[in-house]
């Protein structure tokens, strides 16, 4: 059984980690293909940094900071601490030691030439992560936030700003110019189910979605794709995605968000959509709309909780 995930970081990496748990459990033979979020990544102190990928790929490894959700455990900062003495970098982007070496060996195999996703995939080798994890795309597809106070990178919004500045739009910079990774069209086509992780909607789910090839490969993959609410009870569960969601004019509501992907049936993007049980409410009105609904429990507490979750998609995935 070949299961895609189209996944952001933090939240991508807990649901991965997650339906991960459940093929080792219940479905051995099953493979999973993890569509990963670029349009976080940018050249920081010289470095090529990729935030999403990273996230996934230290969770996966099980190095990564659980509770920061993004970054390595056991983390120094002392290299962080030079570059800022000496003005280089972000002051408040800190990349740690350890994090350091990733972003190193990542930019030193792509000065070498080597594509992204071969980078990835050379890097991962170093631990079983029990997954082939693919960057949407290989070209350099950074989201840049437009705010009163001018246009800057994602991350300078995020972080800096901590999403406090109210985004007036979204663009992907270069994305008309990008093409989807290798093996992300084929992943998609040859799935037997799509799976859209709770991530952000809009830069992380909807970047992906944006990059040429992509959505195609949606459309015309005889696979369900089902995906689980990254909203609980009108508010997101990490992170400040409700600033992403108010830019572009959507609810902070999890039957809002569904209808923001669009019923397949409707030239959308679900077949089918998990809500927490607290928004039980909504599955009546968006399986009248297409899109086949039902409320389980979607707090990814832990491995176990978070497969019960991606065993609730899977089989709302065999029920279309
Ligand atoms: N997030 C923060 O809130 N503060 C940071 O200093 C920070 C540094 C950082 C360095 C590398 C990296 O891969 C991620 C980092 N992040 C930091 C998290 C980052 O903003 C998120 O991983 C995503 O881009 C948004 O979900």
């Not at 990544?41 to 969770?59: F, I, Q």
């Not at 280089?88 to 070498?112: C, E, M, N, Q, Y």
């Not at 090839?213 to 005889?222: D, I, N």
Request: a negative charge; glycine letters at 12%.
């Amino acid at each position: 059984m070949q299961l895609v995930v189209l996944a952001g970081g933090v939240g991508g990496a807990r649901f991965v980690r997650g339906l991960r748990a459940l093929v080792r459990r219940d479905r051995p033979g099953a493979a999973i293909t993890v569509i990963a979020n670029t349009g976080d990544d940018l050249w920081l102190a010289g470095l090529r940094v990729t935030p999403d990928l990273d996230s996934l790929m230290y969770a996966l490894a099980g190095v990564n900071d659980e509770e920061r959700g993004w970054g390595r455990a056991g983390e120094t900062e002392r290299v962080s601490a030079e570059l800022t003495a000496y003005g280089v970098g972000w002051p408040w982007f800190t990349l740690g030691d350890l994090d350091l070496g990733t972003h190193i060996a990542r930019t030193s195999l792509l000065k070498d030439g080597l594509p992204l996703s071969a980078v990835v995939e050379r890097l991962t080798t170093r631990w079983p992560l029990g997954v082939r994890l693919l960057p949407a795309t290989d070209d350099e597809v950074e989201t840049h936030v437009r705010t009163a106070e001018g246009t800057m990178h994602f991350e300078e919004w995020w972080v800096r700003t901590r999403a406090a500045l109210p985004a007036l739009g979204f663009e992907q910079r270069g994305v008309e110019r990008a093409t989807a990774a290798p093996g992300v069209p084929e992943a998609i086509l040859g799935a037997d189910v799509v799976l859209i992780a709770p991530s952000n909607p809009v830069v992380s789910i909807g970047t992906i979605l944006g990059i040429p090839g992509v959505r195609e490969a949606l459309e015309a993959t005889s696979a369900p794709v089902v995906g689980l609410s990254p909203v609980i009870g009108g508010a997101v569960v990490r992170g400040m995605g409700d600033a992403c969601l108010s830019a572009i004019g959507v609810a902070t509501d999890a039957a809002a968000v569904a209808r923001h992907y669009g019923a397949r049936s409707a030239g959308g993007l679900l077949d089918g959509w998990l809500v927490d049980t607290v928004d039980e409410d909504a599955v009546e009105g968006l399986t009248a709309a297409g899109i086949a609904t039902r409320a389980v429990p979607l707090r990814m507490t832990d491995d176990d909780a978070t497969a019960a979750m991606a065993q609730a998609a899977l089989d709302l995935a065999a029920s279309r």
